[in-house]
Every structure is written in structure tokens, then in C-alpha cells.
């Protein structure tokens, strides 16, 4: 995690939603992290994309694989700061044209990085490491922004998946509090 209590404090202030919401994994929880509201921020989004640079493995990565929808302008945004080519992860491959699950060049036999913005329990991670390694591509690591803090790290750990954060949600609380 990163150490950028300035980061932390905007992210949450730009972010936190009060309310109830049924997130991906079925769960209802009483806050939200609209990741939206920052990724769709230039100046914040290049900040977050410079926060994650120190989490980006110095060799042996590809290319950055950015899952639909959130992943995607941090994988673009992150490449631009690092040089390193970026692809575009669908939660299904197309049925026509290409037909690809991943846009922006092959993965088979790629080293990747997976990008995400928001871990709950680490589901849509797991089912696009699981369907990208089908297709031949070589992932040890994610990388993002906010671990929830609710079993993520854990669940992709048994499938061999090692997530690093920016935050958790205790960090931006923490932060949101100074």
C-alpha cells in the first residue's frame, strides 16, 4: 500500500457514497466507492496512475491488462506514465469479429499485469485471470486501487494471484479523517 495520505483523503472525498448498495459479489453494503468519479478526474486519475507505478514490477510484465469497465482508463492512464502497452479486458469474449476476451494485442505467452480499480472479494478478478490464462497468458499479479477489505486478498491468493492496493478502505477512512 501506498504511504500518499493526500491520494487517500481525495479518493475519498471524491468517491464515498453513503447509502445501500448490492455490489458485484451479492453483498449490500452501506458505502460505495464510486470509482467513477475519480477515474473520470484527469488530474486524479494521472495521480492514481503515478501512485501505482512503484507497485508495477520493474521487469517481466508485457503488458498491462485493464478488466471492463473500471480497470480500463487505469491500465490507459498507467501506461502513458510507464511506457508499457496496455490491454483492454471484456467480462466475455465477442461473438463476432475478432472475438477476442482481450483487445490491444494477443496474450498467449504475455506476461501480465491485471488492473483493477475496486477488490470486494476478488471474483472479477479471479474469472478474468482464470479465462486470460486459458488463452495462454502467463499473470501472477493484480494490481489496485481500493481493497475492500472483505476477503479479496485472500480468494485470489488461493488462485495463485497476488493483489497489491493503493489503499483499503481503513486507509481512506483513516485519511479522510486528518
Do not use: W
Not at 459479489?25 to 478526474?41: I, P, Q
Not at 486524479?44 to 496512475?49: G, N, S
Not at 467480462?91 to 504475455?110: F, H, M, P, S, W
Amino acid at each position: 500500500m501506498t504511504t500518499d495520505t493526500e491520494l487517500a483523503r481525495d479518493i475519498y472525498r471524491r468517491s464515498h457514497l453513503t447509502g445501500e448498495f448490492t455490489l458485484r459479489s451479492g453483498v449490500v453494503a452501506h458505502e460505495y466507492f464510486d470509482k467513477y468519479l475519480f477515474e473520470s478526474d484527469p488530474v486524479m486519475l494521472r495521480r492514481v496512475a503515478e501512485a501505482m507505478v512503484p507497485h508495477v514490477p520493474a521487469h517481466g510484465v508485457d503488458a498491462l491488462a485493464g478488466l471492463e469497465t473500471g480497470g480500463i482508463p487505469l491500465a490507459v492512464m498507467l501506461s502513458q506514465v510507464t511506457g508499457i502497452p496496455a490491454l483492454f479486458v471484456r467480462k466475455e469474449a465477442k461473438t463476432y469479429g475478432t472475438c477476442r476476451l482481450a483487445e490491444g494485442g494477443d496474450v498467449e505467452a504475455r506476461r501480465l499485469l491485471v488492473i483493477e480499480d475496486v477488490v470486494t472479494s476478488g471474483g472479477a478478478v479471479l474469472e478474468a485471470v482464470l479465462e486470460l490464462r486459458n488463452r495462454g497468458a502467463l499473470i501472477e499479479r493484480a494490481l489496485c486501487v481500493i481493497d475492500r477489505e472483505a476477503g479479496g486478498p485472500k480468494s485470489l491468493a488461493d488462485g495463485d494471484i497476488d493483489l497489491q492496493s493503493l489503499f483499503t478502505m481503513s486507509d481512506l477512512k483513516a485519511a479522510a479523517q486528518r
